[in-house]
């Protein structure tokens, strides 16, 4: 039988890049870039960052 650490702390909640909506590490959707990781609670969110950033680089400067 093994017993828990009780120094150990549990992972902090992440916030969803695109909503802010708080979430649990374990549920977290990840993209990860080169230089970049993105926290999304869910696809519609990523998918909704992707937009904005597809619509930024379109726009001139």
């Known amino acids: 039988?093994?017993?828990?650490?009780?120094?150990a702390t549990a992972p902090l909640p992440?916030?969803?890049e695109m909503c802010l909506k708080e979430i649990p590490a374990s549920?977290?959707?990840t993209p990860e870039g080169s230089e970049y990781v993105g926290h999304f609670c869910g696809i519609d969110c990523y998918q909704a960052f992707l937009r904005l950033q597809r619509e930024a680089a379109?726009?001139?400067e």
């Open 27 to 29: 549920a977290a959707f």
């Open 1 to 7: 039988m093994t017993q828990a650490n009780p120094n």
């Open 14 to 16: 992440l916030e969803c």
């Open 58 to 60: 379109e726009k001139p």
